[in-house]
């Protein structure tokens, strides 16, 4: 298992063989969508896997649901204040 941890570690790391085949891979496949299905099918392929990447990457996503609609739709009670969305949660007081 260490083994593969290097390895996934290596591949996600600029300038080391594997990270140039990852990306050599990833230049391909793309090339032969875009070839093959076309430059707009090839894009809305390319926006919802980046979409689900984001969805699959939150660790806890009602918190980021909640966020991105009380930035989005703040309360009436409440005044704008950018810079505190802006800061991490955790060094805020609750």
Known sequence: MNKLSSAIKEIFTPGTPLCALAYAA???ILATLLLTIGFWRT????????????????????????????????????????????????????
């Open 43 to 94: 894009l809305f392929i390319a926006v919802f896997a980046a979409l689900g990447a984001l969805a699959g990457g939150i660790g806890n996503k009602r918190d980021a649901v909640r966020v991105a609609i009380n930035r989005s739709f703040p309360p009436k009670d409440k005044p704008l204040d950018i810079e505190q969305d802006t800061q991490d949660k955790t060094n805020k007081p609750e």
């Open 26 to 28: 990833l230049g391909v």
